[in-house]
């Protein structure tokens, strides 16, 4: 019920290509380090069963198929390697960022050093995520000039302010960095909140890096006695911690790697060890040992003694023992009466922000994260699929290819059939797809359009019956047809009025599938049938009865069959009558058709794969069969039907290869996938 | 490529906007200024860097674990976001139905929800399981698939494969899970080399110790790691963590009256299912779980009770417990009633909500002779570890405890069980051997010992039987086990603790006095040098142009925590200070022989930051024509 019933998904195929492992090759061969770790008489692994995947059903309900699938628009399509493109075979390239709230592009050289966060005035509530406004507290007109007060961040839909933490802001504008450097400063949650800061009053020493080493004693004799580990639960907020630790071990590794074992400092005196002499120009030339062996061995002595930093000993150096009652003070909070459940954070609201954060009170507001458009290439060819243009307030594409301008366009209505629908067959959908009454068979129109400006041929083939616990029966009554091509949308209309009848259901009976139709044609025929077709009336309905082997309706571009569905019956309660649970069934269906298979040509073979994981599969088979047998796993009653498309092509050669073909000469093409039909759910209440 | 600008000298010292030098006094040799003003910007970090000489991006950061994963740029605190792969992530594209509110089952409180069993109900929020038997490698390919591409394309704004990856991972991976992974990202985008670090090791880097037992209360195990030196050398686990808390949970709130209407569960409460959302579950025990503070009125403490002479102490105990608890035993919170969180509010007595800590976490009400190897609650866990440790490894770990994981979270659960091992150690010593015998042998040798204290006050003494160990000998025990008490060398300061007036004193707060005392008391610290680390004289020694006096020594053999910024963060810092990690595998060679073209002799290549004068990396790695998996291979 992912979506509104009926609709379509297109499985990518590269699912059906499973993620190549290197150390295969190198297990086949039999290398001798794993000959040593392996018994050699052991029995290699058994071969994995994907590769025979392409000639198994498709199983919508495998778990991993919800990787695979995808709606029709959201695929690509690559002209080159002619192959349907899903987000996973694709890789995507930036081409610029922006900010979803203010429509801001950021360069590509602040991206980073701003967090990935805008660095304006765009922030979101930390406790409902809504866009906050940047508000003032006061406005007083005073002759004419107008002196507004300290500014607050504030949520037009929480009614959170920046007050209720205890923020104030001198200027509306570069909320940002003000916000920075009150942070900065106090993240202890000791800090009395109703004490509102000015952004003046307040120096942030610790919120960039650079004025961190100025916060070191400036001379070690003059080290202040309060800079002892008492203070070790000093007010370091994390981030000032991690630059703290960085720059300690900076000075180590510096400290350390001078000391006077050091190889270059004995060996090649003051002279050689300034900045940028030797060593460098040495790591330059040299990335294997020859050089070193050249100028003395004495680099093999610091390898068996190398220095030793020490450890960080005092909070300035980053190092923090938590205080002894910070744990008790915790539970006192939580457990006061004003705090409860809404004082506390969620998960959600805890997600971004300091890890001390608990408490509401203790969220800070979040710039928005910025986004990006992103140019998308196929993996394979590397050639451009998609390339929008570069300014964040356009959304149009230099390069868009997608996928449903190649492949037919799926959808999917129900046929309802004459006598049930009654008088008014216009107004009153004759089936609800949310309960399709079981062991009923139902009919159901499936219209393939294509937008190719070739004519296409289709094959369509299904299971007869659906993977799964609930089988529903379903035949396709015509399973090869052809559609016409997408030909200039004035011949349509000058041909008449005769192909309206069959979209004119599209109008009529169902209004999602007219809108649908609408929504997805790109090449502007389709809008043109659909609003002309509707009010054309039913006239051809009544009389058409579906027949085996017959089109059921046809258009320009477009080709009607009709699919019989016999829904199954849900599992009842509690006695088992259908053994295999829903992860069980891909597998054995597996092991039973290999078996199958190889029996004629090499029973050990096979045997000997299914061996070791028998024990574990039967185990978990029986565990699985007691407690997932009696339920009803989630969306297992929608009924769902694999259909396998193959559909060919003759296509005029358009890539031009130099010497080889000239441009006119027709080549035949084929692409095949499986698609997903989601009819409807089946009714719970009827059991057999 | 740590360090090949630190060995060299700068003249102009005095030109530096910083002072370098009062940092360290006066340098033995000269050097070059550090880049401190390094940002984190990638456009820049090629000129100013000059340890690099090409000009490398900013490596990216993965923190993987069965849950949660998180990632961010290396030089960064904190990760840039933090996501999780459960359900809702896993639905097909388009699938819009976790922000549907109404006719959606999940959400839908008229429909009452069917008991699950404890383990589906986790089960499809993982990542992955460690038992590999009845797990998908597809699903987890594809899950880690989507979860990094939407990770870069949502929160990392970078084109994927572009940089260098660092994985932190924990430090045991199954094979096939770790082929999986590394096939995964190196076939999808173009990786140029992936490093793999041991998230205990840099949770010891992120507190800023070498050494360190690093706790991690994760999602399936509570994983208790000795590191030394940077290097992992015992580890010790127990499936008592996370996962089984949330369940332990679940049934905690699937067995409130009105969680579900009528229908009472009739069935053990170690096996029923689970009728309550996980998120929900989630929800409450990330809010209110909490942990009780030691109690001493415990089995464990009466058991101390009979066997050392400090009645006093334990009656003081009680006392100093009950006026924090008794005022939250009290206490009610309302959290939102179970069975239809959108609109109904239940109240709770806010003690329930420390019960399943207790029994998960703790094993309360579980005898010790009933729990299985792998499952010995925390306490008991990070006791053995420390005992498999070698006694100076142990002198240092002890001090330097670290706790992370999604469970260090939980308010009160570290000083409870700092308090919990503690007490182990007072009962049984640092001995393995238990028994009755032993008990007596024991006491006996307790009541030998006490009135002689200035036997003890040289280390070097042969100890009694029982406390052969070094250890042992500088430990002052927080729970004022009266052998340590006589040990000490200036008892003025300890003897007030058994006295009346320190009634107030809850045993934490003792336990702090007592870190803190070390530093302060200076005949101790000298009898510990004589002990001390030899590596630890030899920075001294080495640091000699620092002043030694500006420094607390460091502390050992007392147990005490230390506070991480946690794996990430670690591996950010170790990656922003260019230490490579020994797990380096290069896109090549990984897609030429997979896992099985890691070498096995990894000693070869030195220890874990190996090598930080790296600017000639002589011999060992070198070229680093072979690879290795270290600990992982």
């Known amino acids: 019920m992912s979506r509104p019933f009926p609709y379509a998904y297109i499985s990518c195929p590269c699912a059906n290509t499973p993620v190549p492992d290197p150390s295969k090759k190198r297990r086949s061969r039999e290398s001798p380090q794993k000959a040593s770790s392996h018994h050699p008489d052991q029995p290699k692994p058994p071969p994995r069963f994907d590769d025979s995947e392409d000639e198994q059903t498709f199983d919508p309900r495998a778990p991993r198929s919800n990787f695979s699938l995808y709606p029709p628009e959201h695929l690509l399509y690559c002209e080159d390697c002619h192959q349907i493109k899903c987000p996973r075979c694709i890789t995507e390239e930036i081409v610029c960022w922006y900010c979803p709230n203010c429509l801001f592009e950021t360069p590509s050289s602040m991206v980073k050093s701003e967090g990935n966060r805008c660095a304006r005035n765009c922030f979101n509530c930390p406790a409902c995520t809504a866009p906050l406004a940047v508000n003032t507290l006061e406005n007083v007109v005073r002759g004419g000039t107008s002196q507004q007060g300290p500014w607050v961040l504030s949520c037009g839909y929480c009614m959170w302010s920046t007050l209720d933490i205890g923020i104030k802001f001198d200027k509306p504008t570069n909320i940002r960095t003000q916000l920075a450097k009150l942070t900065a400063t106090d993240t202890n949650p000791s800090r009395s909140r109703q004490m509102s800061r000015t952004f003046a009053d307040l120096k942030s020493p610790l919120s960039t890096f650079s004025s961190i080493d100025e916060q070191f004693p400036p001379a070690p004799g003059e080290a202040r006695p309060d800079d002892s580990p008492d203070q070790s639960n000093g007010p370091l907020s994390p981030d000032a911690r991690f630059h703290a630790l960085k720059s300690f071990y900076k000075t180590q590794i510096s400290a350390t790697s001078s000391s006077p074992s050091d190889p270059l400092g004995v060996d090649f005196g003051a002279g050689f060890s300034s900045p940028g002499a030797l060593n460098r120009i040495m790591s330059l030339y040299t990335s294997s040992s020859r050089l070193s062996s050249l100028y003395g061995g004495a680099s093999k002595k610091p390898k068996t003694k190398p220095p030793v930093m020490r450890e960080a000993l005092t909070a300035s150096e980053g190092f923090k023992t938590p205080a002894a009652d910070a744990e008790a003070v915790l539970i006192q909070r939580m457990a006061a009466d004003e705090c409860g459940w809404d004082g506390l954070a969620s998960l959600e609201q805890r997600v971004f922000q300091s890890p001390d954060a608990r408490f509401v009170e203790e969220l800070l507001p979040l710039a928005t994260l910025l986004r990006t458009k992103r140019a998308k290439r196929c993996k394979s060819c590397k050639h451009i699929l998609v390339k929008p243009e570069q300014k964040p307030q356009s959304t149009r594409f230099r390069i868009r290819l997608i996928a449903l301008s190649y492949i037919p366009l799926p959808t999917l209505r129900p046929l309802v059939p004459p006598p049930a629908a009654g008088v008014t067959s216009g107004s009153a959908p004759g089936m609800n797809l949310d309960a399709l009454p079981p062991l009923r068979p139902t009919q159901l129109l499936l219209t393939l359009k294509n937008h190719m400006f070739d004519p296409v041929r289709i094959t369509l083939a299904t299971p007869s019956v659906t993977p799964g616990r609930v089988a529903s029966k379903v035949t396709i009554l015509c399973p090869q047809f052809d559609i016409g091509a997408n030909s200039d949308v004035w011949d349509e209309a000058l041909q008449g009025n005769t192909t309206a009848a069959g979209a004119a259901v599209a109008g009529g009976g169902t209004g999602s599938n007219a809108t649908a139709d609408q929504r997805s044609s790109r090449s502007g025929a389709a809008p043109a049938t659909a609003t002309t077709a509707a009010p054309g009336g039913h006239l051809g309905m009544f009389e058409k009865v579906a027949e085996a082997g017959k089109v059921w309706d046809k258009g320009r571009n477009w080709t009607t069959v009709v699919l019989e569905v016999v829904p199954g019956t849900l599992p009842p309660g509690s006695s088992g009558v259908t053994l295999q649970s829903r992860n069980q069934a891909p597998r054995t269906a597996h092991s039973k058709t290999t078996g199958n298979d190889s029996e004629s040509d090499s029973d050990t073979s096979s045997f000997g794969g299914q061996a070791p994981d028998w024990t574990g599969q039967a185990a978990e088979m029986q565990q699985q069969q007691q407690q997932q047998q009696q339920q009803l796993q989630p969306d297992e009653d929608v009924l769902e039907i694999p259909v396998f498309v193959r559909m060919e092509w003759d296509s005029e050669n358009q890539i031009d290869r130099p010497g080889v073909s000239a441009a006119g000469e027709m080549v035949k093409r084929e692409l095949a996938y499986w698609m997903v039909l989601g009819v409807g759910r089946i009714d719970p209440s009827v059991l057999s | ?633």
């Not at chain 2, 630190?6 to 010292?13: C, E, K, R, V």
């Not at chain 2, 896992?595 to 790695?621: F, K, M, V």
Request: glycine share 6%.
């Open chain 2, 1 to 633: 490529m740590a360090s090949t600008s630190f060995t060299n000298s700068a003249y102009d010292d005095n030109k530096r906007p910083f002072s370098m030098s009062s940092l360290r006094g006066t340098p033995s040799s000269p050097h070059t200024p550090q880049h401190h003003l390094r940002s984190n910007n990638s456009s820049f970090a090629s000129t100013t860097s000059s340890t690099s000489f090409r000009g490398e991006e900013d490596a990216i950061i993965f923190e993987l674990g069965a849950r949660w994963l998180r990632a961010g740029f290396e030089g960064e605190s904190a990760p840039m976001c933090v996501v999780g792969c459960g359900p809702e992530e896993c639905r097909r594209v388009g699938d819009y139905r976790g922000w549907l509110k109404t006719n959606n089952p999940d959400t839908d409180p008229a429909q009452s929800r069917p008991l699950v069993n404890p383990e589906d109900w986790a089960s499809a929020y993982e990542l992955w399981k460690m038992d590999l038997r009845g797990a998908d490698l597809g699903l987890v390919e594809d899950k880690i698939e989507r979860v990094f591409r939407e990770t870069y394309n949502k929160y990392l704004l970078t084109d994927a494969g572009t940089s260098r990856l660092v994985l932190v991972l924990p430090a045991i991976m199954p094979h096939p899970l770790l082929s999986a992974m590394l096939s995964t990202l190196f076939s999808r985008w173009r990786f140029p080399s992936i490093t793999l670090l041991t998230s205990a090791t840099m949770a010891a880097t992120a507190a800023g110790v070498r050494s360190a037992l690093v706790v991690d209360i994760g999602w399936a195990e509570t994983v208790v790691t000795g590191v030394y030196e940077y290097r992992e050398i015992a580890i010790k686990r127990s499936t008592r963590a996370m996962k089984a808390l949330l369940q332990e949970t679940g049934r905690m709130l699937t067995c409130i009256p009105t969680a579900r209407r009528g229908v009472v569960s009739q069935s053990a409460p170690g096996d029923s299912g689970i009728s309550v959302r996980f998120e929900f579950c989630e929800e409450v025990a990330s809010r209110f779980l909490w942990c009780r503070p030691r109690e001493s009125s415990s089995s464990a403490d009466l058991q101390q009770q009979q066997q050392e002479p400090q009645p006093n102490d334990s009656e003081t105990e009680p006392t100093t417990q009950h006026p924090p608890l008794s005022s939250l035993s009290q206490r009610t919170v309302e959290i939102p009633s179970p069975s239809n969180p959108g609109s109904t509010y239940i109240n709770l007595p806010f003690s329930t909500l420390s019960e399943p800590v207790e029994s998960v976490l703790f094993a309360a009400g579980t005898a010790d002779c009933e729990l299985d190897d792998e499952e010995k609650p925390l306490p008991l866990l990070i006791y053995n570890a420390l005992l498999t440790l070698p006694p100076d490894a142990r002198g240092t770990c002890m001090s330097r405890i670290i706790f992370t994981g999604g469970g260090a979270n939980i308010p009160g659960i570290r000083q409870r069980i700092l308090a919990d091992v503690a007490a182990l150690v007072a009962e049984h010593g640092w001995s393995p051997v238990r028994g009755k015998v032993i008990e007596q042998r024991r006491k006996l040798a307790n009541l030998r010992i006490s009135p002689s204290s200035q036997v003890q006050a040289s280390p070097q003494n042969p100890a009694p039987p029982l406390t052969t160990d070094p250890s042992e000998e500088h430990h002052p025990v927080p729970s004022n086990d009266t052998p340590t008490e006589t040990k000490s060398p200036e008892p003025s300061t300890h003897q007030p603790e058994p006295k009346p007036d320190s009634a107030t004193e809850t045993p934490k707060q003792q336990q702090q006095q007592q870190q803190q005392k070390i530093p302060e008391d200076p005949p101790k610290t000298s009898d510990e040098e004589d002990l001390e680390d030899p590596i630890e004289q030899k920075i001294r020694r080495n640091n000699r142009d620092r002043d030694r006096d500006a420094l607390p020594p460091s502390i050992q053999g007392v147990l005490r925590e230390v506070e991480s910024l946690g794996p990430w963060a670690g591996a950010s810092l170790t990656t922003s200070l260019k230490i490579r990690g020994l797990v380096e595998i290069e896109r090549e060679k990984y897609l030429q022989h997979g896992l099985a073209g890691a070498t096995r002799d990894y000693e070869t290549q030195g220890h874990h930051i190996p090598d930080r004068r790296s600017g000639l990396r002589a011999g060992g790695g070198g070229d680093r024509s072979s690879w290795t998996l270290a600990g992982w291979g």
